[in-house]
């Protein structure tokens, strides 16, 4: 007898256009905590939390109950239209777990993607300067300006042209690119490449922004390491130019802070969230230094869907419970078991070149022969789908589809993550051995 499952997929693939990704094939009836039940009443643990959003787990009481007190109230005005109090609280509360300087502004969107779209554009009008640099392994999202940050290549195929005055160097990898020397000698060697993009890339000068995100997510969760990113604050602030720091997957707790630049001591003057910050909602934000973000006339950012009510009571409710229950420390300790046993496998196989992450944002990353630019991307695809076979959601990331990324809801339980692990310990023995 055929599933629901398949029959679900199946009219996924005759309805739905082709160039919307499938990850993995699991399906959904409802899901609760760390637990997704597929349309056949199967039970998954997730390791995904759709792309790292359901960091407080999916349905959680007081974010659905805060979303169908504001729906009985209104829908939309369209903050530009008509002011209401859930925008300018959640403004507020950001204001709060942000700062930025002295005085800080945010501006709500719907997406990540049109948070950074509007990052870039308050950065060009608090400079006059039109130029961006970016870096290898960035994903900032898929609308124009966004996709052409966005580094992989197969996510923008016959996509082009694309924005102009975007630049790029390579992200401090350490990992990848260290080439025998210690971290010290690496970090050293690329912020001298930093500085001497002056010269040879592009003039610091006609930079309006630069942008980065501080855990890569889609490329991988390399982390930046903290004395680069401290020399990329010093280059900024020598040359004018606004930080920008996309935390749109690693913020709300999923590195163990609001923020992972806040365990990095540098201090962004733009930073873009989203992602984990509604619940599942459609919410996303740009949060500065007031003097930068007012730089912005009025009329230039923003939209007609800028801050949904129904999205603003969702965040609101969301950040309210991850303060009560303390989700950072929760993303703290669930990282640190995962990592935990991430370096045991590391230590029984070769295949597994690297184990990295910052709180609960952790990867394994596959490789042939220990070499770092050998990917090894058929484990992590037979990895994949053994676990699902198993009950189990996972997501690959980086360029090569070789690294493993664990996005487990902040609140899964021991027994879930401990089960969740296990299954990926025994599917890869299997495939390993």
Same mark, same amino acid.
């Given at each position: #007898?055929?599933?629901?499952?398949?029959?679900?997929?199946?009219?996924?693939?005759?309805?739905?256009?082709?160039?919307?990704?499938?990850?993995?094939?699991?399906?959904?009836?409802?899901?609760?905590?760390?637990?997704?039940?597929?349309?056949?009443?199967?039970?998954?643990?997730?390791?995904?939390?759709?792309?790292?959003?359901?960091?407080?787990?999916?349905?959680?009481?007081?974010?659905?109950?805060?979303?169908?007190?504001?729906?009985?109230?209104?829908?939309?005005? @369209?903050?530009?239209?008509?002011?209401?109090?859930?925008?300018?609280?959640?403004?507020?509360?950001?204001?709060?777990?942000?700062?930025?300087?002295?005085?800080?502004? @945010?501006?709500?969107? @719907?997406?990540?993607?049109?948070?950074?779209?509007?990052?870039?554009?308050?950065?060009?009008?608090?400079?006059?300067?039109?130029?961006?640099?970016?870096?290898?392994?960035?994903?900032?999202?898929?609308?124009?300006?966004?996709?052409?940050?966005?580094?992989?290549?197969?996510?923008?195929?016959?996509?082009?042209?694309?924005?102009?005055?975007?630049?790029?160097?390579?992200?401090?990898?350490?990992?990848?690119?260290?080439?025998?020397?210690?971290?010290?000698?690496?970090?050293?060697?690329?912020?001298?490449?930093?500085?001497?993009? *002056?010269?040879?890339?592009?003039?610091?000068?006609?930079?309006?922004?630069?942008?980065?995100?501080?855990?890569?997510?889609?490329?991988?969760?390399?982390?930046?390491?903290?004395?680069?990113?401290?020399?990329?604050?010093?280059?900024?602030?020598?040359?004018?130019?606004?930080?920008?720091?996309?935390?749109?997957?690693?913020?709300? *707790?999923?590195?163990?802070?609001?923020?992972?630049?806040?365990?990095?001591?540098?201090?962004?003057?733009?930073?873009?969230?989203?992602?984990?910050?509604?619940?599942?909602?459609?919410?996303?934000?740009?949060?500065?230094?007031?003097?930068?973000?007012?730089?912005?006339?009025?009329?230039?950012?923003?939209?007609?869907?800028?801050?949904?009510?129904?999205?603003?009571?969702?965040?609101?409710?969301?950040?309210? #419970?991850?303060?009560?229950?303390?989700?950072?420390?929760?993303? #703290?300790?669930?990282?640190?078991?995962?990592?935990?046993?991430? &370096?045991?496998?590391?230590?029984?196989?070769?295949?597994? *070149?690297?184990?990295?992450?910052?709180?609960?944002?952790?990867?394994?990353?596959?490789?042939?022969?220990?070499?770092?630019?050998?990917? &090894?991307?058929?484990?992590?695809?037979?990895?994949?789908?053994?676990?699902?076979?198993?009950?189990?959601?996972?997501?690959?990331?980086?360029?090569?589809?070789?690294?493993?990324?664990?996005?487990?809801?902040?609140?899964? @339980?021991?027994?879930?993550?401990?089960?969740?692990?296990?299954?990926?310990?025994?599917?890869?023995?299997?495939?390993?051995?």
């Amino acid at each position: #007898m055929k599933l629901k499952s398949d029959e679900l997929l199946e009219r996924r693939k005759a309805a739905v256009a082709v160039g919307v990704g499938v990850f993995n094939n699991a399906t959904v009836s409802h899901a609760k905590g760390a637990i997704v039940y597929d349309v056949d009443g199967r039970e998954l643990i997730d390791f995904a939390s759709g792309i790292g959003v359901v960091n407080a787990g999916h349905c959680p009481e007081s974010v659905v109950q805060a979303i169908q007190e504001q729906a009985s109230n209104y829908l939309h005005t @369209s903050f530009n239209v008509v002011t209401y109090e859930p925008y300018v609280e959640l403004c507020e509360k950001l204001g709060e777990l942000f700062p930025h300087g002295e005085s800080t502004k @945010s501006m709500l969107v @719907s997406t990540g993607a049109e948070a950074v779209e509007n990052a870039v554009k308050i950065a060009r009008q608090a400079t006059k300067r039109q130029a961006v640099l970016c870096f290898t392994g960035a994903f900032h999202g898929r609308t124009m300006m966004a996709m052409t940050l966005t580094s992989k290549v197969g996510y923008k195929t016959n996509c082009g042209p694309f924005a102009p005055e975007v630049y790029r160097l390579p992200f401090p990898n350490f990992y990848r690119y260290g080439g025998g020397l210690s971290e010290e000698e690496f970090v050293d060697q690329e912020l001298k490449r930093l500085w001497e993009s *002056g010269l040879n890339v592009v003039d610091p000068k006609s930079l309006a922004a630069i942008i980065m995100e501080p855990v890569q997510g889609e490329g991988g969760f390399n982390v930046v390491p903290k004395r680069y990113l401290q020399g990329l604050r010093e280059f900024c602030d020598e040359h004018g130019i606004v930080l920008i720091l996309d935390e749109i997957q690693s913020g709300f *707790g999923r590195t163990g802070s609001w923020a992972s630049y806040q365990q990095m001591g540098v201090q962004p003057d733009i930073t873009t969230v989203a992602k984990a910050m509604g619940s599942g909602l459609p919410i996303a934000g740009v949060i500065g230094r007031a003097e930068i973000m007012d730089s912005a006339a009025p009329g230039t950012i923003g939209g007609t869907y800028i801050g949904s009510p129904l999205s603003c009571a969702a965040s609101l409710a969301t950040i309210k #419970m991850m303060e009560e229950e303390d989700l950072n420390q929760k993303g #703290m300790e669930v990282g640190a078991e995962i990592m935990r046993r991430f &370096d045991v496998l590391r230590s029984k196989y070769a295949q597994i *070149g690297d184990v990295r992450g910052m709180g609960a944002m952790v990867a394994m990353e596959f490789v042939h022969d220990q070499d770092p630019r050998k990917p &090894d991307h058929e484990t992590c695809a037979r990895l994949v789908s053994a676990c699902f076979e198993r009950g189990l959601i996972l997501l690959t990331a980086g360029t090569h589809k070789n690294i493993i990324r664990v996005l487990c809801p902040l609140v899964i @339980s021991d027994e879930h993550l401990n089960a969740g692990l296990t299954i990926m310990e025994e599917e890869l023995e299997k495939i390993l051995n």
